[in-house]
C-alpha cells in the first residue's frame, strides 16, 4: 500500500528506537481526506493506540498502523527520506489524498466534508469565511466549526439555517440536525458585525 524508501525505513526506526516504549510502531492517516485541505499524517503509535479498524502493515523493522478511512486515499503513497546539510527530510507524497472518492457507501464525514469543501465553502470564501465538520454524533448530527469572515460574523445564523444546514440536509437525508460550536464571541474578522 504506503511505499517507504529504504531510507525512510531507516530513518524512523532510528526514531522509534529513542522512544521508551520499544513496541511503537507508526500510524498513517489522512486530515480531511479526499478535500483541498487533506494532510497526509505519520504519528508515532504505541501499543494500544491503533484503532481496531487500522491495516496492519510490517515493514523491515517496525510496524506501520494505515488508518482505514485514509486507506483509498494513501493509494500510490510514498514515503521518503533524503539527507542535506541540515540534517535530512522526511517526505510523504500522497497523490490521491486531495482526489474527491465519495459515493453512497463513504463514511458520512468524507460526504459531507466533500460537499463542505465543493459546495459550501467556495461562496463563503467570498467573505473571507470557511466552515469545517468537526465530527458527527450519532451518524445524524453534523458538528461545524465556521472561521475567518463567519466567525462572529451578525449573518451567520442565516449562512448556517438557510445556507450550509439546508443544503446538507438537502443531500444526506440521514442526517437529522446540523449544529455550530464556533466562538462568536471573537469578531475581529467578521465581515458582518
Given at each position: ?124 470564501a467570498a ?35 438557510d445556507g ?18 464556533t466562538d ?10
Amino acid at each position: 500500500m504506503v511505499q517507504i524508501s529504504d531510507s525512510a525505513q531507516d530513518y524512523l526506526v532510528e526514531l522509534l528506537s529513542r522512544q521508551e516504549d520499544k513496541d511503537v510502531g507508526i500510524r498513517i492517516f489522512i486530515t480531511d481526506p479526499g478535500t483541498p485541505m487533506a494532510e497526509t499524517c505519520i504519528a508515532y503509535c504505541r501499543p494500544g493506540e491503533e484503532q481496531d479498524t487500522d491495516q496492519r502493515v510490517e515493514y523491515k523493522d517496525f510496524t506501520a498502523w494505515l488508518d482505514e478511512r485514509s486507506l483509498p486515499f494513501l493509494e500510490e503513497a510514498e514515503v521518503d527520506y533524503a539527507k542535506d546539510r541540515m540534517g535530512g527530510q522526511l517526505t510523504i507524497k500522497a497523490p490521491n489524498a486531495k482526489v474527491p472518492k465519495v459515493s453512497d457507501d463513504s463514511p458520512i464525514e468524507d460526504r459531507i466534508n466533500y460537499i463542505l469543501h465543493s459546495q459550501v465553502n467556495p461562496s463563503l470564501a467570498a467573505h473571507g469565511g470557511m466552515v469545517n465538520l468537526v465530527e458527527v454524533v450519532n451518524e445524524e448530527v453534523a458538528i461545524l466549526q465556521f472561521g475567518g469572515g463567519c466567525q462572529g460574523c451578525g449573518m451567520v445564523d442565516v449562512t448556517l439555517k438557510d445556507g450550509v444546514e439546508r443544503t446538507l440536509l438537502e443531500q444526506l437525508p440521514q442526517l437529522k440536525a446540523v449544529r455550530d460550536v464556533t466562538d462568536h464571541t471573537q469578531d475581529e474578522n467578521a465581515y458582518y458585525r
